[in-house]
């Protein structure tokens, strides 16, 4: 039985780290010919065009790591607080049900939706509206993942907080928020995730200005150039495998 789960542990592992490993094989090819079972010619330019002043990948990086970070830190921020809130409320239950309205629709459907009320802002086609349009979603996510934290233990510890004459101030800050602090850098990784993949709203809202790596994973398939595609995935999935080490190193065993 040992012997059994060893294999099939080891065959799951070899599905998950084979498809990064031939995105980043691929990347350091620069022609494949057919009938050739493997690429012909091997190069390491794809990696060196991202330094070059000309090349469109860096921008990208830059813009999806910027619109990550600020989008991940704003809905866990608001994600918590909210989600206290709606704990609390007597609407409860229907506050809940309207955090879940954005995820009705697919988001190509749903950025075409509210594209004409970001004409009206003059936000198409800007980063600012890129970063709300993600923000419509992760918000409500960052707000229903932190609803499991408000349950009758936390209420317990803020109540015994109060009874001891701290304020609503000091509780929230020295209490609840050390209480929830695992929580909230795990809804921050998942919040950055979600941004960091987003393409429907972004392709949508951003109009084809803001090129963002996602983005730029589409361009490169759509032009064949399967190359840069693989360089362009391989930095896709660079930061999850970081935020999976991260999360498994030092804040699995905090919330275990």
């Not at 790591?65 to 239950?93: P, Q, W």
């Not at 809202?205 to 994973?217: E, H, P, R, S």
Request: net charge positive.
């Amino acid at each position: 039985m040992k012997t059994k789960l060893s294999i099939w542990k080891g065959l799951l592992a070899v599905v998950c780290v084979l498809p990064p490993c031939i995105l980043l094989a691929l990347s350091f090819f620069k022609q494949w010919s057919f009938p050739a079972i493997l690429p012909d010619v091997y190069s390491t330019a794809a990696w060196s065009d991202i330094f070059k002043p000309n090349n469109n990948i860096a921008p990208a990086i830059g813009a999806s790591v910027l619109i990550a970070l600020i989008v991940a830190l704003l809905a866990s921020v608001f994600g918590f607080v909210t989600s206290m809130v709606i704990a609390y409320h007597r609407y409860k239950k229907q506050l809940l049900m309207l955090t879940y309205l954005p995820f009705i629709l697919s988001p190509v459907i749903f950025a075409v939706c509210i594209k004409f009320y970001f004409i009206k802002m003059q936000l198409v086609g800007t980063v600012g509206g890129v970063m709300l349009a993600q923000l419509i979603i992760a918000y409500p996510y960052a707000t229903i993942f932190f609803m499991s934290f408000w349950n009758d233990r936390t209420l317990q510890f803020r109540k015994l907080s109060q009874t001891l004459g701290a304020s609503s101030v000091y509780t929230f800050t020295r209490v609840l928020i050390p209480m929830a602090l695992p929580m909230m850098i795990v809804a921050f990784f998942q919040c950055f995730l979600i941004s960091w993949f987003e393409y429907g709203l972004t392709l949508v809202i951003g109009f084809g200005k803001v090129q963002t790596l996602t983005l730029k994973v589409f361009q490169y398939l759509t032009e064949a150039n399967i190359f840069y595609a693989a360089l362009s995935c391989s930095l896709l999935v660079l930061p999850p495998i970081i935020l999976l080490w991260i999360n498994k190193k030092f804040i699995y065993h905090k919330m275990a």
